[in-house]
């Protein structure tokens, strides 16, 4: 399994756009990186997948370089509500999964 | 929200007792997953199931057992639950979709072991 590495906490002002990075230099070739959201008392929810060059949804951009041994969030113009845990997540199937301590992202005023 | 039920959702029980948590969808997925969370901790993955009767471990099975008997049911049991097992328990399930590997998420069960 790819071991993920990311950063413990990070803090934005309303309005920035925020980067989240995860190192995960032992990515497997069939391996997709997904990044999920969790607010507290709940379970995580899904955000965004990707394997190579960018994918943009209606809530954020994945970045992966070439070598895919990392990856960035990226969350345009963060508002209070976007405080919340982000944890990204390296896997070939749907078999095991397992995350990270995940980046808490605080959002302020 | 992805058809997934946790039971109960508060559970308060007593050392040394045994206790089932009960994870049921109504997608279809394949994969089914149970984990706990500790206050200022991520997700940690105790056990998961990849079909009917197939089932493995996962970082932190010790204590814990499972059984998956039919697709949409997947049970988590402390056969005698103590004070470190008190966590909020979460369900997932994926394989569903062509989205390879997005999970859905239950309401998690908050269970105390006093």
């Known amino acids: 399994l790819a071991k993920t590495t990311q950063p413990i906490s990070m803090d934005s002002y309303e309005g920035q756009e925020v980067n989240i990075t995860c190192s995960h230099n032992?990515?497997?070739?069939?391996?997709?990186i997904t990044w999920y959201q969790q607010f507290p008392s709940q379970g995580p929810r899904f955000i965004i997948q990707?394997?190579?060059t960018k994918v943009t949804n209606e809530v954020a951009s994945l970045f992966i370089p070439a070598d895919r041994k990392s990856s960035t969030l990226s969350l345009p113009r963060v508002s209070l509500s976007d405080t919340a845990v982000y944890y990204c997540?390296?896997?070939?199937?749907?078999?095991?999964?397992?995350f990270g301590s995940g980046t808490q992202l605080t959002v302020l005023p | 929200d992805a058809g997934i039920t946790q039971s109960p959702r508060h559970k308060v029980t007593e050392t040394g007792t045994p206790v089932t948590l009960r994870c049921h969808q109504t997608?279809?997925?394949?994969?089914m997953y149970w984990y706990r969370q500790d206050p200022g901790h991520g997700l940690r993955l105790i056990h998961y199931?990849?079909?009917?009767?197939?089932?493995d471990k996962g970082e932190v099975s010790d204590g814990y057992s499972v059984s998956r008997s039919k697709t949409e049911d997947f049970l988590l049991t402390l056969e005698s639950a103590t004070s470190s097992q008190t966590s909020v328990y979460f369900c997932?399930?994926?394989?569903?979709?062509?989205?390879?590997?997005?999970?859905?998420f239950g309401q998690g069960t908050r269970l105390t072991v006093v």
């Open positions: 997932a399930i994926s394989g569903g979709r062509d989205v390879d590997t997005e999970a859905f």
């Open positions: 032992n990515i497997a070739t069939n391996d997709y």
């Open positions: 990707g394997y190579k």
């Open positions: 997540l390296v896997s070939g199937s749907a078999r095991q999964l397992t």
């Open positions: 997608e279809n997925h394949r994969y």
């Open positions: 199931s990849y079909g009917v009767k197939d089932t």
